[in-house]
């Protein structure tokens, strides 16, 4: 719906001083009782496990916290940096240079475990096949 044809719809009902009706609400009422869940095995030993595992757990919430304040911090000063022109080149060529020196790792990794995935990928291939002849 237009911009337009909407104003004009609504100076159509306030030049006609109609009056919408609110509509009944609808109410649903069930004669039927709640059912509860039923209890399970395993409940009362998850629970003490959860009890005792909660100071480490409060330990670690405590321990990151610095960590994902120092994080955060560090986001907003690249996003704030990262309006100037010599941070945004000095970034392209940081990038440059560190995909360079990673580039014989990166190769090296795909020489060492190619033939592991190709052997994988044949093997998944002859699975499907047998599976579909029988």
């Known amino acids: 719906m237009t911009a337009l044809r909407k104003i004009l719809i609504e100076e159509e009902?306030?030049?006609?001083?109609a009056v919408r009706a609110r509509a009944p609400k609808l109410?649903?009422?069930a004669d039927n009782e709640p059912v509860e869940a039923p209890a399970t095995a395993g409940g009362t030993l998850k629970n003490i496990a959860l009890f005792l595992a909660a100071p480490f757990i409060g330990l670690a919430y405590i321990v990151a916290l610095p960590i994902v304040g120092l994080v955060v911090m560090a986001v907003l000063a690249g996003q704030v940096a990262a309006k100037f022109n010599a941070v945004k080149m000095a970034a392209r060529v940081a990038k440059t240079v560190g995909l360079t020196v990673a580039a014989p790792?990166?190769?090296?990794?795909?020489v060492v475990f190619f033939p592991f995935i190709g052997l994988g990928a044949l093997l998944w291939m002859a699975g499907k096949a047998v599976a579909a002849r029988n």
């Open 27 to 29: 109410y649903v009422v």
């Open 105 to 110: 790792f990166i190769g090296l990794a795909y």
């Open 13 to 17: 009902t306030f030049t006609n001083n």
